[in-house]
């Protein structure tokens, strides 16, 4: 394990930025596993040793604030696990209790795991709108996107896992074997283990999609839309976005509308100033080529968007899944992606979201012109989570998962869009709004113990259990200082 052990600058500077580049931690060192034993070993080592170092997987570095980061400790380039070895940390299975299945190393980007199982004419069911993002990192968060009204978040997918306590013990878990530690692990923030392999449900892939977005300036209207359709049978996927003169139709997320559609849209918005764009979208193949268009023109009968403004696209089932990719190399041309990224994700519960829609996107954000950048707004529901996994959202049937994807221009306005985001934090505090951060971030104790809520105690002991040193991912702030 040693020989694996990197000291130098290079390898440090790179495990000390994220996504986000609002925070820098450097490690004293990073490991490049060749194997799970290598994890194991290093982990055991800082356990059994007087002095404890902390130790902090590190997906693709997609996190917003430092936490796949360890200040003084070790991170484990969890990629190097791909690059060595031989075999594909990807295998299709199908056994009688479970149907189709996939194994997947805690390293596997869902990229890699979608083009693995379409080559099995399979899928998984829930997805992130972007895919160069690991299995073990979503898997620690929660991974959600359009399909998680439907299937539940990621973290509703999995059979099974194993998973590097921070004892350095690999242990096996799922529903029925060693289940504390599964449930802790599932949204856990990295703090219970290093995920090494998961289980993730698989269905039949279809092989194309129709794809719909509908324009709204009313924004009950829309939200009572969102909220039909995913009450509903039919649809696989259910999104919404808002554009403003800030926040185009057009952007990194998806290049979607026509310059002809883009006009339309932009006097839409001069008339308006807040435009909110309703995404659906129906899996079909050569089945159900036929009748997709009648059953779409069903499903959309008596929604209430503006006369006209429906848009179509038809695309592979990869073209709309990995829809994010082609504008991130956009970006990634322009030097545009390594921007900071003060991003701030929210589920916020049915019961606030006409408060919040007046205050935040029609108050906060579009008086202030401050806002760059894609904001996400579609509902999901509570009984698609398992209130066992770490994992936190609001105590209602019915909430909002809401993105507030901001890039910093040039770096310069970090700090106006954070006051930004503190002001929209505050305003849901003194309102009252049954609201809890995604990709949580917080500096106190207390936040995080208010953030848990009633979870907390159990949280708390699920570490003492299964991570006593605190050494797992201490860049999550929330046992760990630093
Ligand atoms: C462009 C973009 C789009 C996104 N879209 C979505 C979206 O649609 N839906 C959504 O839910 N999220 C989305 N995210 C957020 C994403 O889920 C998080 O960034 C997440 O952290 C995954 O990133 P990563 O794989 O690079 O993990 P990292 O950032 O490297 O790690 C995240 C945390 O998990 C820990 N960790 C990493 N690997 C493991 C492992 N194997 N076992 C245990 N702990 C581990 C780390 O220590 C860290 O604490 C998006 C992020 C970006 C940058």
Redesign the pocket.
């Known amino acids: 394990m040693a020989n694996r052990l990197h000291i130098d600058s290079n390898a440090t500077k790179l495990a000390s930025t994220?996504?986000g580049k609002l925070v820098q931690a450097n490690p004293i060192a990073v490991l490049y596993p060749s194997s799970i034993n290598d994890i194991v070993s290093l982990v055991k080592s800082s356990y059994n040793s007087p002095n404890p170092f902390t130790v902090?997987?590190?997906?693709?570095?997609?996190?917003?604030r430092g936490?796949?980061m360890a200040k003084n400790g070790v991170v484990v380039e969890?990629s190097s696990l791909k690059l060595s070895s031989n075999e594909s940390g990807i295998r299709v299975s199908q056994n009688p209790s479970l149907g189709f299945y996939a194994d997947v190393g805690?390293?596997q980007l869902w990229i890699d795991v979608l083009r693995a199982t379409l080559e099995h004419g399979l899928a998984p069911v829930s997805w992130?709108?972007?895919l160069y993002?690991?299995v073990?990192?979503?898997l620690?968060?929660?991974?959600?996107?359009g399909q998680s009204f439907l299937y539940g978040p990621q973290i509703s997918n999995v059979y099974e896992m194993d998973v590097i306590t921070g004892k350095g013990d690999l242990v096996r878990c799922s529903k029925h074997m060693n289940s504390d530690l599964f449930y802790a692990v599932l949204g856990g923030?990295?703090q219970f283990?290093?995920?090494t392999r998961a289980r993730i449900a698989l269905e039949v892939a279809p092989n194309r999609v129709k794809w719909v977005r509908m324009l709204y300036h009313d924004f009950t209207a829309f939200t009572r839309d969102q909220e039909h359709l995913i009450s509903i049978n039919g649809l696989d996927y259910v999104e919404g976005s808002l554009i403003m003169h800030q926040s185009p139709p057009n952007n990194w997320r998806a290049s979607f509308f026509s310059p002809s559609d883009q006009l339309k849209i932009n006097s839409l918005l001069t008339k308006h100033g807040i435009i909110y764009c309703l995404e659906v979208v129906k899996y079909y193949d050569d089945l159900t080529i036929d009748t997709v268009d009648e059953e779409i023109r069903q499903l959309v009968k008596g929604l209430r968007f503006i006369p006209g403004m429906m848009f179509k696209k038809d695309d592979s089932l990869v073209g709309f899944l990995n829809r994010?990719r082609s504008g991130e190399l956009k970006l990634r041309e322009k030097g545009m992606w390594e921007v900071a990224h003060p991003w701030l994700n929210l589920f916020v519960g049915k019961s606030g979201i006409m408060e919040f829609n007046a205050a935040v996107f029609a108050d906060i954000l579009h008086k202030q012109n401050h806002t760059i950048g894609p904001i996400l707004l579609y509902p999901l529901t509570r009984h698609k989570w398992d209130d066992r996994m770490s994992a936190v959202i609001p105590e209602e049937d019915t909430f909002y998962s809401i993105g507030l994807l901001l890039s910093s221009v040039d770096n310069g306005n970090w700090e106006v869009l954070e006051d930004q985001n503190k002001q929209i934090l505050d305003f849901c505090d003194k309102a009252g709004i049954k609201a809890k951060q995604y990709?949580p971030h917080y500096r106190t104790k207390e936040d995080w113990m208010n953030h848990f809520g009633s979870k907390w105690d159990t949280f708390q002991q699920r570490k003492a259990q299964f991570d006593p040193k605190f050494i797992l991912?201490p860049?999550?702030r929330i046992f760990n200082s630093v």
Not at 140 to 145: D, H
Request: no cysteine; glycine share 22%; aromatic share 4%.
């Open positions: 994220d996504f902090a997987a590190r997906g693709r570095g997609h996190s917003l936490q796949a969890m805690g390293e992130t709108d972007y993002l690991t073990g990192g979503t620690s968060n929660a991974g959600v996107s923030l990295g283990g290093i995920i994010v990709l991912s860049g999550q």
